[in-house]
């Protein structure tokens, strides 16, 4: 992960052991950035993310995903089977 990278990470996501026993959560919530990343690999869309976690903007939720967008396209691309 490069110096920029890891910046802007830290601008959404914050590690608090004091919050959350140090899981890495949006910042300004409690939501777990894993849980977007859970509901997405489980086939949920970012709306229904963003129903169940009202205080995630929609801006955020979508740069916590950017590190991991190229692993999450091979997972969550459909296959085709004639290929």
């Keep these: 992960m490069s ?8 601008e959404i996501v914050s590690v608090d052991p004091g ?6 959560c949006f910042r300004g919530t409690r939501v777990p950035v894993r849980l977007l990343l859970d509901d997405l690999k489980s086939g949920a869309t970012i709306d229904e993310f963003l129903a169940g976690c009202p ?8 740069q916590g995903t950017e590190p ?7 997972v ?6 004639r290929s």
Excluded: Y
């Excluded at 919050?19 to 890495?24: D, E, F, K, N, T």
């Excluded at 205080?55 to 979508?62: C, P």
């Excluded at 991991?68 to 091979?74: D, G, I, K, L, W």
């Design 55 to 62: 205080t995630v903007s929609r801006k955020i939720a979508l």
């Design 19 to 24: 919050l959350m026993h140090g899981i890495p």
């Design 68 to 74: 991991v967008r190229p692993s999450m396209a091979a």
């Design 3 to 10: 110096t920029e990278q890891r910046a802007r990470l830290n």
């Design 76 to 81: 969550c691309l459909p296959i085709n089977p």
